[in-house]
Nanobody
Framework: QVQLVESGGGLVQPGGSLRLSCTAS????????MSWYRQAPGKERELVAR????????NYADSLGGRFTISRDNAKNTVSLHMDNLKPEDTAIYYC???????????WGQGTQITVSS
């Protein structure tokens, strides 16, 4: 069955770095666009970063200020999010999402918590 499993979350101090990983199984990873979303308490889920399946091009939320980098490894069925200079406002549950533009089929991971606090 389809699975997206996130890992790498946790507690980090302001200014620190973290790397999230999402490992996929049960579908053809290479044809799916992969994204990271986040949802902070009391807020709507928002797109953080996306990497396109075919071109590998990326786009990011404007609010990030270039602090995050998304990447993928199709051989390992993984997508990663490297986060630098973390701020308290980055505290949220981070979700991995797979989207196939041909059919609009999409899958979500279960989420991983990131807390940025001193």
């Amino acid at each position: 069955q389809v699975q997206l499993v996130e890992s790498g979350g946790g507690l980090v101090q302001p200014g620190g770095s973290l790397r999230l990983s999402c490992t996929a199984s049960g579908f053809t990873f290479s044809v799916y666009d992969m994204s990271w979303y986040r949802q902070a308490p009391g807020k709507e889920r928002e797109l953080v970063a996306r990497i396109i399946s075919t071109s590998g091009s990326t786009n990011y939320a404007d609010s990030l200020g270039g602090r995050f980098t998304i990447s993928r490894d199709n051989a390992k069925n993984t997508v990663s999010l490297h986060m630098d200079n973390l701020k308290p406002e980055d505290t949220a549950i981070y979700y991995c999402k797979a989207e196939w533009r041909v059919t609009n089929k999409n899958y979500w991971g279960q989420g991983t918590q990131i807390t940025v606090s001193s």
